[in-house]
Each structure stands twice: as C-alpha cells, then as structure tokens.
C-alpha cells in the first residue's frame, strides 16, 4: 500500500526554524519525486516545490524560491520541507505529494496533510 | 504566474451536470495538453480524477470528464451525486521550472 507518511503538527513562534518530513513506503522510491502544497486556512491549493529520488533536481515556485528549502534523504525515502525564520503567514496545512518521475506527470497520491501554527 | 481561474462556486441538482471552467493562459493551459483535476473533500486528502486534459485513473467514475479548448479546461460531472460535494481544482503543467499551478479551486454544492 502506497503511504506518504508526514511529520505530525508543529507548533511554533515567529521567527523560528522548523523542518518537516515525509516518508514514502510501499512504492518503488527512486521512480517518483516528492513534493510539497500549501493549504492556508480557508484557501485554494499552492504548489511549493518538488525534488527528484536522489535529489540532484529540485523545482520551486517563485512564490516560494527562497523561503523554504526542500530536500530528500534517498537511505531513508523521507523528503523534507525547511523554514529558517517562520511568520505568522505560513501557517497552514502542508501536503506531501508524489508524481511519477517523468516530466509533466500528473500529482498522483497526497499524504495526509502537515498542520503548522505560528504564533507568538 | 497566477492561479489559474475557476468559478468561485457552482451547484446543481442531484442527478444534473455541472461543468466547471479553469482559465489560464498560452503559457500553460493553451501550450500543454497537461491538465489534471482534483476533487478534496474538506477534512481528507484531494484525489486525482482527470490528468492529461481527459484521462481519468483507474476507480474514476465515467460522470467524470475533462476537455479543453485554447487556454480554457473544463470538468464535467454528470449525474451529480451528492457525494460529488467537494472542492474542486485544475492544475497544469507550465514548463519544466513550473511543473503545477493550481487553479483557484471551485466548491460545488448538490442541492
């Protein structure tokens, strides 16, 4: 059974850093790269980033390029998302997905979702 | 590059079609035959029903359809259940340094 298998929810002041994860298991983990979408409250989706298996390539969106840094651990099929200084604005729920590993594939499995809460 | 565009809300009735536009540009949507639709319920994970502008994945219903003309997608659900009350979300590829922009996301109500 294919899981993406994300960090539970965070709780954190502005300015702090914090990174989250999410594993992969029941797939084939070199064939897929993983990713991230945001969900602020109340609000549509926003694709984040996506890095490849080996994590040798990496995709931002420009509304995120420099806010965040995604990266992946191939030994332990766990990709992850980093914030070096939170706001109070990104809070939100943070999905880990999966897309095949062929360009223009389609987002095709959604973990469950990563709450963040910043808040002083 | 923006969210692409969809209707706010719509609704129909049970046993009705609602067809739910995503507009985008000659960038995105008009460039590539690279469109997918998810459907979210609020509380649960989004689940993929429509990718490459019509293709539906293996357990989709066939009230399910996509299509596209120029920069506009369309989703259609025919024989609305009311099960099918959910957000629902385009997304096209935009090139291989935007692989996924989101439209705004349109709520369907089953009356």
């Known amino acids: 059974e294919v899981q993406l298998l994300q960090s539970g929810a965070e709780v954190k002041k502005p300015g702090e850093s914090l990174k989250i994860s999410c594993e992969g298991s029941?797939?084939?983990?070199?064939?897929?790269?993983l990713g991230w979408v945001r969900q602020r409250p109340g609000k549509g989706l926003e694709w984040m980033a996506i890095?490849?298996?080996?994590?040798?390539?990496?995709r931002y969106s420009p509304s995120f390029e420099g806010q965040v840094t995604i990266s992946v651990d191939e030994s332990l099929s766990t990709a992850f998302l980093q914030w070096r200084s939170l706001q109070a604005s990104d809070s939100a729920l943070y999905y880990c997905?999966?897309?095949?590993?062929?360009?223009?594939?389609?987002?095709?499995?959604w973990g469950h979702g990563t709450l963040v809460t910043v808040s002083s | 590059q923006s969210a692409l565009t969809q209707p706010r809300s719509l609704s129909g009735s049970p046993g009705q079609s609602v067809t739910i536009s995503c507009t985008g540009t000659?960038?995105?949507?008009?460039?590539?035959?690279?469109v997918s639709w998810y459907q979210h319920h609020p509380g649960k994970v989004p689940k993929l029903l429509i990718f490459?502008?019509?293709k539906r994945p293996s357990g989709v219903p066939d009230r399910f359809s996509g299509s596209k003309s120029d920069n506009t997608a369309s989703l259609t659900i025919s024989g609305l259940q009311a099960e099918d009350e959910a957000d629902y979300y385009c997304?096209?590829?935009?090139?291989?340094?935007?692989?996924?922009?989101f439209g705004t996301g349109t709520e369907v109500t089953v009356l």
């Open positions: 997905v999966r897309r095949l590993a062929v360009t223009a594939s389609p987002i095709d499995f």
């Open positions: 997304c096209s590829y935009a090139g291989t340094y935007t692989p996924y922009l």
């Open positions: 490459e502008v019509y």
């Open positions: 890095i490849s298996p080996s994590g040798s390539d990496t």
């Open positions: 000659t960038s995105d949507v008009g460039r590539y035959n690279f």
């Open positions: 029941g797939y084939r983990f070199s064939g897929y790269w």
